[in-house]
Nanobody, 114 residues
Framework: QVQLVESGGGLVQPGGSLRLSCAASGSIFSFSTMGWYRQAPGKERELVAKVIPGSGTNYADSVKGRFTISRDNLRTVSLQMNSLKPEDTGVYFC?????????WGQGTQVTVSS
C-alpha cells in the first residue's frame, strides 16, 4: 500500500517562501507521476504542479515563475514556493499516480498572511 506524508507547511508573510516535501512509501514505480494540489476554503482542489516521467513538469498558470517542483528521487517530491501571495493559502496535498491507481497525502496547511 502506498502512503504519502507531507511536511513543510506553515504561516508565512506575503512575499515569503516555503518548501514542501512529500515522502512516499510502498511500491513505487518509475513510470509514476507525482505532484502537488491545493484546496482553498470553499473552493475545489486544483493542480499546482506535477512531474511527469519523460515529459517534464506542469504548473498552474497562477504559480508559474514562483513555484518550482522537483522529484528528488523515486520516493520524494518537493515544492519550493517563493513570492507567496495570500491567494496561495490552502491545504496542499501530495499526489501520486501509477497505472490506474491514485494516492493522496493527508495535506499540509499553508497560510500566507501578514
Amino acid at each position: 500500500q502506498v502512503q504519502l506524508v507531507e511536511s513543510g507547511g506553515g504561516l508565512v508573510q506575503p512575499g515569503g517562501s516555503l518548501r514542501l516535501s512529500c515522502a512516499a512509501s510502498g511500491s513505487i514505480f518509475s513510470f509514476s507521476t507525482m505532484g502537488w494540489y491545493r484546496q482553498a476554503p470553499g473552493k475545489e482542489r486544483e493542480l499546482v504542479a506535477k512531474v511527469i516521467p519523460g515529459s517534464g513538469t506542469n504548473y498552474a498558470d497562477s504559480v508559474k515563475g514562483r513555484f518550482t517542483i522537483s522529484r528528488d528521487n523515486l520516493r520524494t517530491v518537493s515544492l519550493q514556493m517563493n513570492s507567496l501571495k495570500p491567494e496561495d493559502t490552502g491545504v496542499y496535498f501530495c499526489n501520486l499516480r501509477q497505472g490506474t491507481r491514485e494516492y493522496w497525502g493527508q495535506g499540509t496547511q499553508v497560510t500566507v498572511s501578514s
